[in-house]
Protein backbone atom coordinates (compact mmCIF):
# COMPACT_ATOMS: atom_id res chain seq x y z
CA UNK A 1 0.00 0.00 0.00
CA UNK A 2 1.42 3.56 -1.08
CA UNK A 3 0.19 6.44 0.95
CA UNK A 4 0.93 9.47 -0.95
CA UNK A 5 1.69 12.79 0.35
CA UNK A 6 1.13 16.51 -1.37
CA UNK A 7 2.78 19.46 -0.59
CA UNK A 8 2.80 22.98 -1.78
CA UNK A 9 -0.52 24.36 -2.21
CA UNK A 10 -1.38 27.87 -0.98
CA UNK A 11 -2.96 31.11 -2.29
CA UNK A 12 -1.71 33.31 -4.77
CA UNK A 13 -2.26 36.37 -7.08
CA UNK A 14 -3.50 35.39 -10.47
CA UNK A 15 0.12 35.45 -12.78
CA UNK A 16 2.36 33.95 -9.71
CA UNK A 17 3.90 30.26 -9.40
CA UNK A 18 3.68 27.13 -7.17
CA UNK A 19 5.30 24.17 -6.72
CA UNK A 20 3.39 21.33 -5.97
CA UNK A 21 5.66 18.51 -4.37
CA UNK A 22 4.07 14.50 -3.87
CA UNK A 23 6.01 12.09 -2.30
CA UNK A 24 5.59 7.66 -1.28
CA UNK A 25 5.43 7.54 2.32
CA UNK A 26 7.81 5.32 3.41
CA UNK A 27 8.68 4.71 0.04
CA UNK A 28 9.68 5.72 -3.59
CA UNK A 29 7.37 6.72 -6.96
CA UNK A 30 10.19 4.75 -8.33
CA UNK A 31 7.51 1.79 -9.80
CA UNK A 32 4.86 3.82 -10.56
CA UNK A 33 3.95 6.21 -13.51
CA UNK A 34 2.35 9.44 -11.19
CA UNK A 35 -0.22 12.30 -11.95
CA UNK A 36 -1.68 15.24 -10.74
CA UNK A 37 -5.59 16.10 -10.74
CA UNK A 38 -7.48 18.70 -10.10
CA UNK A 39 -11.31 19.18 -9.06
CA UNK A 40 -12.51 22.61 -8.47
CA UNK A 41 -16.16 23.13 -6.67
CA UNK A 42 -19.06 22.05 -8.58
CA UNK A 43 -16.66 20.42 -11.29
CA UNK A 44 -15.44 16.76 -12.27
CA UNK A 45 -12.08 15.99 -11.31
CA UNK A 46 -9.93 15.92 -14.40
CA UNK A 47 -5.93 15.30 -15.12
CA UNK A 48 -3.46 18.19 -14.83
CA UNK A 49 -0.37 16.22 -16.05
CA UNK A 50 1.24 12.93 -15.60
CA UNK A 51 4.74 11.41 -16.26
CA UNK A 52 6.01 7.60 -16.66
CA UNK A 53 8.26 5.38 -14.92
CA UNK A 54 10.95 6.45 -16.88
CA UNK A 55 10.24 10.54 -16.58
CA UNK A 56 10.57 11.08 -20.32
CA UNK A 57 6.88 10.33 -21.27
CA UNK A 58 4.57 12.76 -20.30
CA UNK A 59 1.50 14.26 -20.85
CA UNK A 60 -0.39 17.90 -20.19
CA UNK A 61 -4.28 18.98 -20.08
CA UNK A 62 -4.34 21.78 -22.87
CA UNK A 63 -5.00 24.41 -20.57
CA UNK A 64 -1.86 24.18 -19.07
CA UNK A 65 0.50 23.28 -21.87
CA UNK A 66 3.30 25.88 -21.43
CA UNK A 67 2.14 26.99 -17.84
CA UNK A 68 3.13 23.85 -16.14
CA UNK A 69 5.86 21.32 -15.91
CA UNK A 70 5.84 17.40 -13.93
CA UNK A 71 9.27 15.90 -13.10
CA UNK A 72 10.41 13.37 -11.26
CA UNK A 73 13.79 14.52 -8.69
CA UNK A 74 16.69 12.15 -9.98
CA UNK A 75 16.11 10.11 -6.94
CA UNK A 76 12.32 9.50 -8.11
CA UNK A 77 11.33 9.98 -4.29
CA UNK A 78 8.95 12.93 -5.40
CA UNK A 79 7.13 14.17 -8.64
CA UNK A 80 6.87 17.87 -8.33
CA UNK A 81 4.18 20.09 -10.50
CA UNK A 82 5.34 23.34 -11.37
CA UNK A 83 2.96 25.86 -11.97
CA UNK A 84 3.52 29.41 -13.62
CA UNK A 85 1.22 31.98 -14.77
CA UNK A 86 -1.43 30.78 -12.59
CA UNK A 87 -5.16 32.37 -13.40
CA UNK A 88 -8.32 31.82 -10.91
CA UNK A 89 -9.41 29.25 -13.03
CA UNK A 90 -6.72 27.07 -12.23
CA UNK A 91 -8.17 27.24 -8.51
CA UNK A 92 -9.03 23.58 -7.06
CA UNK A 93 -7.90 20.94 -4.60
CA UNK A 94 -4.92 19.15 -6.37
CA UNK A 95 -4.17 15.54 -6.03
CA UNK A 96 -1.76 13.11 -6.66
CA UNK A 97 -1.94 9.73 -7.89
CA UNK A 98 0.23 6.58 -8.91
CA UNK A 99 -0.29 3.90 -10.76
CA UNK A 100 1.53 0.69 -10.39
CA UNK A 101 3.80 0.02 -13.48
CA UNK A 102 4.06 1.87 -16.78
CA UNK A 103 1.86 3.32 -18.63
CA UNK A 104 0.89 3.72 -22.18
CA UNK A 105 0.62 7.12 -23.20
CA UNK A 106 -2.94 7.07 -23.68
CA UNK A 107 -3.73 5.65 -20.14
CA UNK A 108 -1.75 8.64 -18.00
CA UNK A 109 -5.10 10.92 -18.33
CA UNK A 110 -7.42 8.12 -17.22
CA UNK A 111 -8.57 8.52 -13.43
CA UNK A 112 -9.11 5.10 -13.56
CA UNK A 113 -5.24 3.90 -14.48
CA UNK A 114 -4.21 5.17 -11.01
CA UNK A 115 -4.53 2.97 -7.86
CA UNK A 116 -3.74 5.41 -5.04
CA UNK A 117 -4.59 8.83 -4.39
CA UNK A 118 -3.47 11.53 -2.30
CA UNK A 119 -5.49 13.40 0.54
CA UNK A 120 -5.15 17.00 -1.80
CA UNK A 121 -3.84 20.35 -1.21
CA UNK A 122 -5.64 23.17 -2.03
CA UNK A 123 -4.29 25.64 -4.65
CA UNK A 124 -6.47 29.31 -4.66
CA UNK A 125 -5.67 32.15 -7.39
CA UNK A 126 -7.52 35.04 -6.71
CA UNK A 127 -6.21 39.06 -6.50
Known amino acids: QVQLVESGGGSVQPGGSLRLSCAAS????????VAWFRQAPGKDREVVAA????????YYRDTVKGRFTISRDNGKTTVSLQMNSLNPEDTAVYYC????????????????????WGQGTQVTVSS
Open 97 to 116: AAGAGSLITSSLRHASSYDF
Open 51 to 58: IKINGYGT
Open 26 to 33: GGTLSSYS
